[in-house]
């Protein structure tokens, strides 16, 4: 479709640009300690946008000459960023640690890491994958260094910058190797060109692929390739930890699929179980090793952390590894069980954090003697926080529990080669429980038990609280409709 053409099918994105525009001058207005009032600009924005990708149809088709697709599957990942983006604004609005700075800037930075988000879900042409790769890190440089005053903030963001410009680096020279090897930059084009080449080009080939594959882990958090990860959210406001640790996440999963179903697989709408052959070397028991490797390293480390915010941190390394567990399959109940996931992840995380924030702003700190006795004194608080620690561990009857369900039935129901897989990620689940639980224990077993009882002084903290934990819980038992929306949504742009 033609840019002109293409523009009638463009407007989430372009409502988006345009709320971005009007945030970055109503804060040249507001005074400091009003630029706040920005977030009212940006959530009527994002409503906007979200009413528009709702009432966008069920068009399958490519745009601005095949660089991006519009379809129910690049639709589902952008409702899930913007809901991401709306409740971090909102979670944003009590951050006491952002209360010294001038806001404005920061609700509009977000803003433009979700539009770059929108093209990480619907690249299909490898400039396309760079360029939206190439916003979402630079706006999260900024992001992650936005307390100035802090020295860990600033630290932050420097290591994020050195391990983004690497990461950055080694994949943009994969993508030119491919490039060079195919003579195209289109997804579908390169699928055909990779199908018939010669075995002279199976190793750089191989290359290629292998360095692609550290951009993209370097996104979700991938072991060997989340190094960054745990200084990166200890350092960054707390609201910014929980953003990456969900929206990032999630658009890297749709990159990831699109890829590897599109140029690595046969094309086909979701139903594709092989991989083309690259070089003899066996793709998906190398992908399955990682997700072990990533789940099983998450945990281990999580194990040993004094302070819940970096505990979360490596916590979300390890759920990047259950969600990988299912990319070796391409299978249509792999990429089911990876968007249901997301879907009951982004809740129960987000919440966990948001405690995180609440209890950092009450206590001034984030380890787990700042929790001692928080469920005697704050009954609500701990009891959402229960909530959202066992839904993390993914037992019943929470939300967690229904995204592990599917994603290891999917691996079950792949065959007797992935049960090892299965297993390790049964053993990791067991070893999680003893960190999350450690949270509940210190809440209710530890420290003194208050007389009196205190609810969160912000009715916008009981809302937000009570928006996360009301899914986590009900989700775990009654899951219909979001099980109807992700099949709606198994709809992807094949290049016909």
């Known amino acids: 479709m033609s840019n002109l053409n293409s523009l009638a099918h463009f407007w989430p994105e372009l409502i988006l640009a345009v709320t971005v525009i009007v945030a970055i001058i109503a804060d040249l207005f507001y005074r400091r300690e009003d630029s706040y009032k920005v977030a009212w600009w940006l959530l009527g924005g994002l409503a906007l946008t979200l009413f528009s990708i709702r009432i966008g149809g069920s068009l399958v088709s490519s745009l601005f000459m095949g660089t991006i697709a519009v379809d129910p599957f690049s639709e589902f990942f952008k409702v899930l960023i913007l809901l991401s983006t709306t409740l971090v604004i909102l979670m944003s609005l009590n951050s006491k640690e952002l209360k010294e700075y001038r806001v404005g800037e920061y609700f509009s930075i977000l803003a433009i890491m979700a539009f770059g988000l929108f093209l990480m879900a619907s690249a299909i042409d490898i400039l396309m994958v760079y360029i939206a790769i190439e916003i979402v890190s630079i706006m999260s440089f900024f992001l992650a260094g936005y307390l100035k005053k802090k020295p860990e903030s600033n630290e932050a963001s420097l290591k994020y910058v050195i391990y983004g410009a690497f ?233 967690g529990f229904i995204g592990k369900f599917y994603i290891f039935a999917a691996v079950i129901e792949a065959g007797s080669q992935y049960y090892w897989l299965a297993f390790v990620g049964v053993v990791n689940s067991v070893i999680s429980l003893y960190y999350y639980i450690r949270v509940v224990k210190h809440m209710y077993l530890t420290g003194e038990r208050s007389e009196s009882v205190e609810l969160p002084s912000s009715k916008l903290v009981i809302i937000v609280l009570l928006f996360l934990a009301i899914p986590t819980f009900v989700f775990g038992w009654y899951f219909g409709p979001v099980a109807n929306w992700i099949s709606e949504s198994l709809v992807i742009f094949n290049g016909m």
């Open 167 to 399: 990461s950055s680096g080694i994949m943009l020279y994969g993508l030119s190797i491919l490039f060079g090897l195919t003579g195209t930059t289109k997804f579908f084009e390169m699928q055909s060109a990779i199908a018939s080449l010669g075995p002279d080009s199976s190793l750089a080939l191989l290359l290629a692929t292998v360095f692609i594959l550290v951009g993209f882990g370097y996104k979700i958090s991938a072991v060997p390739f989340h190094f960054w990860t745990p200084d990166v959210y200890e350092g960054s406001p707390t609201t910014i930890t929980a953003y990456l640790s969900v929206a990032p996440k999630a658009a890297g999963f749709a990159m990831l699929i699109r890829f590897f179903n599109q140029v690595l697989g046969d094309g086909s709408v979701m139903t594709s179980s092989t991989w083309l052959a690259l070089n003899g070397i066996p793709w998906p028991q190398l992908i399955a090793v990682l997700a072990a490797a990533t789940m099983t390293v998450g945990n281990l480390v999580a194990i040993q952390q004094n302070s819940v915010k970096r505990m979360l941190a490596y916590s979300s390394i390890a759920h990047a590894g259950y969600m990988m567990m299912a990319l070796p399959l391409m299978s249509e109940s792999g990429i089911y069980g990876i968007m249901m996931y997301l879907t009951m992840y982004l809740f129960m995380n987000l919440g966990a954090f948001y405690v995180v924030i609440y209890v950092e702003g009450t206590s001034g700190g984030e380890s787990f003697e700042d929790f001692n006795g928080l469920g005697w004194k704050m009954p609500l608080v701990g009891g959402v926080m229960t909530l959202f620690m066992v839904a993390l561990t993914g037992l019943p009857p929470t939300a």
